[in-house]
C-alpha cells in the first residue's frame, strides 16, 4: 500500500495556509479603501462609503474554498458501485475562480469523468469539489490537477480525466487584451492517461473542446 492515502493528500492540499494569522476585518476593510484611494478615488464620497465593507463581504464568498476540506467532502459520501463499470461524466459545471497573480476573475467550465472501481459519489458532490477549489486564488492547471488528484486518491477509480475551459479577465479585460479567448486545460489519469480509446470517449462525450490542443498538467 504505498499509494497516497487520502490523509496523506490531505497534508497535499490543507484546507488553508497561513503564514499568519487572519486579519480583522477592519483591517481588511481599510485595505479596500487604500486600494479605492490608489485607483484615484474618494473613499469618502456617498457612492463608496459602504464599498470597503461590501468588498470584505463579497471577498468571504469568493473565497469560502479555504474552509472547505476537499477530501472530506469526498471520502464521507461516496458509495460502493454494486458493478456498475461504465464511464461518468459530468460536463458543463460552471465555475468563477480568481486567477492569483492579478487576482481578477477566471470564468469557465469544467468537465469531469471517471470509470468506477469500487466506489462512485452524487454528482452534486462533484459540483461542490469545482467549488471548494475554484473559490481559491488559482491558476487553471493547478485547478483542473487538484480536482483530478482528489477524486482519484479518494474514489481510486480504474481512470479520472478533467477538462476545464474558461477565459481569464486577466488576459481580456487588461494586458494583451484578448477577448474571447479562452484557456482550455487537462489532467488525464489511469485509463484516461493509459488508453487512447477511453479518453476519445470522454472527449467526445464533453463535445471535444478545443480537440487536439488540450495542454495535460
Ligand atoms: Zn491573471
Not at 81 to 92: A, C, H, P, S
Not at 106 to 127: D, E, F, N, Q, T
Not at 150 to 173: F, K, N, R, S, Y
Request: with cysteine; net charge neutral; aromatic share 6%.
Amino acid at each position: 500500500m504505498d499509494k497516497k492515502t487520502p490523509a496523506k493528500l490531505k497534508q497535499a492540499y490543507p484546507q488553508a495556509r497561513r503564514a499568519e494569522p487572519k486579519p480583522s476585518r477592519a483591517e481588511a476593510e481599510a485595505a479596500v479603501r487604500t486600494l479605492i484611494q490608489w485607483a484615484g478615488d474618494d473613499p469618502d464620497r456617498e457612492g463608496l462609503v459602504d464599498t470597503p465593507s461590501r468588498v470584505v463581504r463579497a471577498y468571504e464568498e469568493f473565497f469560502a474554498g479555504y474552509e472547505v476540506d476537499a477530501v472530506d467532502l469526498l471520502s464521507r459520501t461516496f458509495e460502493e458501485t454494486d458493478g456498475y463499470d461504465e464511464m461518468i461524466v459530468l460536463r458543463d459545471i460552471r465555475f468563477s475562480s480568481h486567477c492569483e497573480h492579478h487576482m481578477v476573475p477566471i470564468i469557465g467550465k469544467v468537465h469531469v469523468g471517471y470509470l468506477p472501481k469500487k466506489r462512485v459519489v452524487g454528482i452534486s458532490k462533484i459540483a461542490r469539489l469545482v467549488e471548494a477549489f475554484a473559490r481559491r486564488l488559482q491558476i487553471q492547471e493547478k485547478l483542473t490537477a487538484q480536482i483530478a488528484n482528489t477524486i482519484d486518491e479518494v474514489l481510486d477509480p480504474e481512470g479520472v480525466g478533467v477538462v476545464v475551459e474558461a477565459a481569464h479577465q486577466c488576459m481580456t479585460t487588461r494586458g494583451v487584451r484578448k477577448p474571447g479567448a479562452t484557456l482550455v486545460t487537462s489532467r488525464m489519469l489511469g485509463s484516461f492517461r493509459a488508453d487512447p480509446a477511453t479518453r476519445r470517449e470522454f472527449l467526445s462525450m464533453i463535445g471535444n473542446p478545443a480537440s487536439g490542443q488540450l495542454s495535460n498538467v
